[in-house]
């Protein structure tokens, strides 16, 4: 089973300034089967990049993914009100497709 | 639009089953597979499997083997993930959701799960 591992667990930063979300994982992803989502409370989570770094249909593009092999990064280039979020990186190259434990994206 | 709408919340003892449905509207339901995914309170998400919804065929994590069954009624483009002999771990919110090939892309809007003693 290919293990997740997100960082940090918790991020705290202003409108306007940029953020990095870091996905490591245990051994190499197929392919860059990598995918990232948003999840806002009380929501379900919403697909944002997919293939390690293509952005999903209606997803702006100050969001932008990069990586391969076993290191990812979600950045987000100016941070709008609407962003502050939960971040979950997955892997759906190998079964089971796990999940990161999530990085949760709060306002400083 | 794609639609993905689950059945409402359930309450139930330990050692008993739950069933939830995801009802699929906005494409054709045989195209694609459903997944199911949870989600404790306060920790992250946890992939459960998945169904073919053609097929019929179905894929589980190990951890959940033996004790979940994902099912589909095609007639109805219904998807079903029945969970038994509950325990309070088991308290979470349950989600289905669409894949192309298996990258998720479309998610129900979830159904809440609590397991009492």
């Known amino acids: 089973e290919i293990v997740l591992t997100q960082s940090p667990g918790t991020l705290s930063l202003s409108p306007g300034e940029r953020a990095t979300l870091s996905c490591r994982a245990s051994?190499?992803?197929?392919?860059?089967?990598l995918a990232w989502y948003q999840q806002k409370p009380g929501q379900a989570p919403r697909l944002l990049i997919y293939?390690?770094?293509s952005r999903a249909t209606g997803i702006p593009d100050r969001f932008s993914g990069s990586g391969s092999g076993t290191d990812f990064t979600l950045t987000i280039s100016r941070l709008e009100p609407e962003d502050f979020a939960v971040y979950h990186c997955?892997?759906?190259?190998?079964?089971?497709?796990?999940f990161g434990q999530g990085t949760k994206l709060e306002i400083k | 639009q794609v639609q993905l709408v689950q059945s409402g919340a359930e309450v139930k003892k330990s050692g008993a089953s739950v069933k939830v449905s995801c009802k699929a509207s906005?494409?054709?339901?045989?195209?694609?597979?459903v997944h199911w995914v949870r989600q404790a309170p306060g920790q992250g998400l946890e992939w459960m499997g998945w169904?073919?919804?053609?097929?019929?065929?179905?894929n589980y994590a190990q951890r959940f083997q033996g004790r979940v069954t994902l099912t589909r009624d095609t007639s109805i483009s219904t998807a079903y993930m029945e969970l038994t002999r509950l325990t309070s771990d088991d308290t979470a919110m349950y989600y289905c959701?669409?894949?192309?090939?298996?990258?998720?892309?479309?998610w129900g809007q979830g159904t809440l799960v609590t397991v009492s003693s």
């Open positions: 051994q190499s992803v197929s392919s860059a089967y």
């Open positions: 959701a669409r894949s192309m090939g298996f990258l998720v892309d479309y």
């Open positions: 293939g390690a770094s």
């Open positions: 997955q892997q759906y190259g190998n079964s089971p497709y796990t």
């Open positions: 169904v073919n919804p053609n097929s019929g065929g179905t």
């Open positions: 906005g494409y054709t339901f045989t195209g694609y597979y």
